[in-house]
């Protein structure tokens, strides 16, 4: 079964400019997160999917990060505009049910540089 | 949210047993134990869970006491290639959101 997968890989910008990642979660898997880290701090929670309903967007910093996942597949996370503070590794994950033998599967991340 | 705590980092030489404990007094009743492995330029990787007692699986164990307010992750005979990052998780596996919280976790190094 193919694994978690998020492109691209790296992504370097400038402040100000927008940046769009993606996420392609294991197929069947109706529940979808978006991680991040940022700089010396530890992995952060930022928002879950249910199929295309945001469950919970508690996470989210700001109003310039926009997360969708039309039709209950892939996810994209925009940031617009992009400031310095927003540079880390973004981590996608999903996983099959909300039971206890159902663990997150991570994509290998996307680092995103902004300059 | 259920606070863990575990060593930031050991060091294990090659074909050792390597036991990585992880602290979480005010777990929850709801809460199970998740270990993660992650290596550079990677993402976080399922190693096991567990609620309580002893949990194995191909490639370590988890012992959990009676009282679930610690846990083990019992990792036999490492290889260099086990040189990584060890999280301890603990949350309700019905939300992976806020309260699935990662901490700084244990770097191990396995040396030759």
């Known amino acids: 079964e193919a694994g978690v997968t998020q492109f691209p890989s790296h992504s370097v910008i400038e402040k100000g400019q927008t940046v769009t990642l993606r996420c392609d979660p294991i197929s069947g898997h109706d529940n979808l997160y978006w991680y991040r880290r940022v700089m010396g701090k530890e992995i952060k929670f930022l928002l879950h999917?249910?199929?295309?309903?945001?469950?919970?967007e508690s996470g989210m910093p700001n109003n310039r990060f926009l997360a969708e996942r039309t039709g209950g597949t892939y996810s994209t996370l925009k940031v617009q505009p992009a400031e310095l503070e927003d540079s880390g590794v973004y981590f996608c994950?999903?996983?099959?049910?909300?039971?206890?033998?159902?663990?997150?599967?991570f994509g290998n991340g996307t680092r995103l540089t902004v300059t | 949210l259920a606070k863990t705590t575990q060593p930031i980092s050991m060091d294990s030489y090659e074909g050792q047993e390597v036991n990585i404990t992880c602290s979480h007094n005010n777990i929850a009743t709801n809460d199970y134990i998740t270990w993660y492995q992650q290596f550079p330029s990677q993402g976080p990787r399922f190693i096991i869970q567990g609620y309580k007692t002893k949990v194995t699986n191909e490639v370590a164990s988890l012992f959990i006491p009676a009282d679930r307010k610690s846990s083990t992750l019992s990792l036999p005979r490492v290889s260099l290639s086990d040189t990584a990052v060890y999280y301890c998780l603990v949350g309700d596996m019905n939300n992976y959101g806020q309260n699935f919280v990662f901490g700084p976790g244990t770097r191990l190094s396995v040396l030759p």
């Open positions: 999917f249910v199929k295309e309903s945001k469950q919970d």
């Open positions: 994950a999903s996983s099959q049910d909300r039971t206890g033998d159902s663990p997150l599967h």
